[in-house]
């Protein structure tokens, strides 16, 4: 089976980019990372990064005149890295429409909640589990999908449901939400790896 190369880009704690490098390392996911990219050189997931002797590199908009210059950066990064797919974990910046459509339908992002619904700009966090607490639906949940230019928008590949209970908060709702995240990240890494995924007019299907 193919082993896909992996890029993930992340900006905070890196517990998502953790599971993936585990579930690597337990030969439960044919993918190798092949860099961790992050706009904050102060990031946990750059250090995970380090401690797996995986490339960790600290790219920021601030480091380039333009954001041409940085998307260039980039993008010889990617390629360099021979990249199959471009993972999202928690990365705080929007990618631009050029590293969109150079890499389509081969950057998925994970968002804590049941999409279409609680996302967004400004949806990230706490602030999704608030809002779903606030909105006293019963179901939230895990989305994994394809990155287009849309926030929180493309095709939608796999989605997992996690039951609120009623003396749930914003924070215990985010500690029940995350193993889920952790576990259904390299599920759908995994099905692209063995060619599951098919992507027909912006619907995604596994195929069995
Ligand atoms: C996760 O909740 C993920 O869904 C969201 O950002 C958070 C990242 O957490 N996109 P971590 O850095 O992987 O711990």
């Known amino acids: 089976m193919k082993r896909l190369n992996l ?3 992340a900006s905070g704690g890196g517990t998502n980019l953790q599971a993936i490098i585990d579930n690597i390392e337990a030969g439960k996911l044919s993918a190798r990372i092949r860099a961790v990219i992050s706009n904050n050189s102060k990031s946990g997931a750059l250090e995970r990064a380090r401690k797996h002797n995986i490339p960790a590199i600290h790219l920021s908009h601030k480091q380039f005149a333009t954001p041409e210059d940085f998307d260039q950066k980039l993008l010889s990064i990617l390629k360099e890295k021979e990249t199959d797919m471009v993972v999202l974990a928690g990365y705080m910046k929007m990618l631009s429409p050029r590293v969109i459509r150079e890499y389509k339908n081969k950057i998925i992002n994970i968002h804590p909640a049941l999409l279409p619904s609680f996302g967004g700009k400004g949806m990230y966090g706490l602030h999704v589990h608030e809002a779903v607490i606030g909105a006293g639906v019963k179901v939230t949940g895990v989305t994994v999908h394809i990155v287009d230019e849309v926030y929180d928008h493309g095709p939608i590949l796999y989605q997992k449901c996690v039951p609120v209970s009623s ?3 914003p924070e215990s709702l985010q500690k029940k939400v995350l193993p889920h995240e952790h576990e ?4 759908v890494i995994q099905l692209f790896a063995e060619g599951k995924i098919e992507i027909k007019d912006n ?4 195929k069995e």
Request: charged share 30%; proline share 0%; aromatic share 14%.
């Open 167 to 169: 003396d749930d908060t």
């Open 7 to 9: 890029v993930v880009l």
């Open 203 to 206: 619907r995604a299907f596994i």
């Open 184 to 187: 259904v990240y390299s599920k």
